[in-house]
């Protein structure tokens, strides 16, 4: 038996876990380190022993060829930092060790063992403070000529729009993403606890946001033409408020007849732990 | 030797040409017929003998499973038509007959034989009374799950904005085809002899467009992050007062520091052939 490490590294906790024969056999929880050597020491402490690799999500945009981490806004500490070098040192020598993003670490996990299984076209989208995604093609990671294939937050849905962090105008993820509930001064679980309880303003406001993801979620139709998108992260915990809405909006603007009719948008199916177990599917899907 | 038909069916010509070598031999122009049966006459007429195998691009979407033209608005009596099958029965036993979306077999000729040669993702786009793209990855066309892959054109790039033929909002192709200069009562054509002449409202349209090009590229290389984009079509004759704003543009929006830095936006270099060097080699390269 193979045992492999995924480690996901998000911006507030850290989750290790020991996959074998893709079942998870080990889970820890940790919070994320304030420094680099803190940090460094806890994914040193908690590699296991005898592992035949070691795969990491990290929330940054990556060089992958030269496995450096980019840019890492929630955790500026990873900047520059080449992550499997330093990671490959804490282990025997010649152990494999892994890293991508941390959405496609999201997207290979459902696609390979969650909401997307035996489907070739598989696009995941993390639902959250921003918009991450992750386009899977039989099974493996489609990164695009330069790392940043399924960067589909940014994409434009309203060129004039709200201007985004990253500069640019009208991105998807200043729509669809909590920043379009923070706009309203509430967060998607304040808002999930008035739905809840009937308030009829709060089921609109989860339509509307239903509305300006389903317009995002038809570009990517259009352009990828997937036969399944899977929706996790903090706000698709609310998507009994918002689903509906999404695929109705979503089918209004695919142009394709077969894809309008067919296309699935479903919750992602593995929880908290999928971008941990899409780490550790780096090494055994290679 | 082995000789490829390649048949490019457009709203107003179609081209025939027989390609050897990955060169054309022969090439002849058509005025597309207005019936049916003048069409599939002509097509008789035009497949040459001891041919390896016909390719066909078409003006439409189409059903690959089942070979089957699903939709073309611009010669509706296609519509349903199984024209491969059909073309087919022409042919002696058992040549092979392929058939694919027009702006496909244009970004396959320009991935294997024009501006993106030796390169892995190419993203073909044609700029005309509409836009039409294609995807090849690997010198395949990417087709998706459903037929529909690279439909870009229909990406609402400002959501509330322009109502499409298509139903929806905001399409990319409402700013970025003719429709763009059918909009302001010119053709680009026309808008290029005043340029030419050093017309200063004519040249700050060209960039305007490219603004709203630059806009929708950016969204591809989001998304699909390529290697090289291919402008062709007929829009893209005057792409020489577009085309910096269009790169501009685009850099301002692709949120990767590679992908901004690498991805070449370029003029196509296969002239109207492309369209059907591409559906001969819809057979080559297979």
């Known amino acids: 038996m193979k045992y492999f490490v995924g480690i996901d590294v998000g911006a507030t906790k850290i989750i290790f876990l020991l996959l074998a024969n893709n079942k998870i056999i080990k889970k820890k929880k940790i919070s994320t380190p304030r420094t680099k050597a803190d940090f460094l020491a806890v994914v040193k402490e908690n590699l296991g022993k005898e592992v035949s690799g070691v795969g990491i999500g990290v929330p940054a945009l990556l060089n992958l060829k ?27 020598q010649k152990t494999p060790v892994a890293m991508d993003n941390d959405a496609n670490c999201f997207a290979l996990a459902e696609a390979c063992l969650g909401a997307g299984q035996n489907v070739k076209v598989v696009c995941g989208i993390t639902l959250g403070s921003g918009i991450g995604a992750g386009i899977v093609l039989n099974r493996k990671i489609y990164h695009g000529a330069h790392g940043s294939g399924g960067e589909v937050g940014h994409m434009s849905i309203k060129f004039d729009g709200y201007q985004c962090s990253c500069g640019s105008f009208g991105c998807f993820e200043e729509y669809a993403s909590e920043k379009f509930f923070q706009r309203r001064k509430i967060s998607s679980r304040e808002l999930e606890v008035k739905a809840r309880a009937g308030n009829k303003k709060a089921l609109q406001l989860f339509i509307d946001y239903g509305r300006y993801l389903g317009i995002g979620l038809a570009n990517i139709v259009n352009v ?43 919750k992602a199916k593995l929880g908290e732990s999928s971008g941990a177990v899409g780490a550790a599917l780096l090494l055994i899907n290679k």
Chains 1, 2 share one sequence.
Do not use: H, W
Request: hydrophobic share 35%; aromatic share 8%; with cysteine.
């Open 66 to 92: 030269r496995k450096l981490v980019l840019n890492s806004p929630n955790l500026p500490y990873l900047n520059n930092c080449p992550l499997t070098q330093v990671v490959k040192g804490f282990l025997p």
């Open 224 to 266: 990828l033409d997937p036969e399944i998108i899977v929706l996790g992260g903090g706000t698709s915990k609310t998507s009994k408020f918002f689903m509906r809405s999404a695929q109705k909006e979503c089918a209004r603007r695919v142009i394709s007849p077969l894809a309008k009719k067919y296309v699935r948008i479903k």
